[in-house]
């Protein structure tokens, strides 16, 4: 089992950046696929950003292909996510989910674990 903690998110104008952070317990880190999903009001929960657990591989979705970057450093039990030209369209909750899998997924099913969420609020 592991345990996710996100940190980093906050207010921010249209066009700025902010880096959030996912910190996880456990010794096993490198065993999973780390993602990053989104929940504004009223929508359901989307994909963001995917990454391998090698961090060899990352995934995206459409709308942050560009702008958004993730990684991970697993010494550190950590996986991150740069955002970039932020819009106030990327307005949501941000949480960090992880599976112990081989492949990455953009399911939100495909993870069986998942932090509290972070903030992020881009204002116009």
């Known amino acids: 089992q592991v345990q996710l903690v996100e940190s980093g998110g906050g207010l921010v104008q249209a066009g700025g950046s902010l880096r959030l952070s996912c910190a996880a317990s456990g010794r096993t880190f490198s065993s999973y696929v780390m993602a990053w999903f989104r929940q504004a009001p009223g929508t359901e929960r989307e994909f963001v950003a995917a990454i391998s657990r090698t961090g060899g591989g990352t995934y995206y979705a459409d709308s942050v292909k560009g702008r958004f970057t993730v990684s991970r450093d697993n010494a550190k039990n950590t996986v991150y996510l740069q955002m970039n030209k932020l819009e106030p369209e990327d307005t949501a909750v941000y949480y960090c989910?992880?599976?112990?899998?081989?492949?990455?997924?953009?399911?939100?099913?495909?993870?069986?674990?998942w932090g509290q969420g972070t903030q992020v609020t881009v204002s116009s």
């Open positions: 989910a992880a599976a112990p899998r081989l492949s990455v997924g953009t399911s939100r099913h495909e993870y069986d674990y």
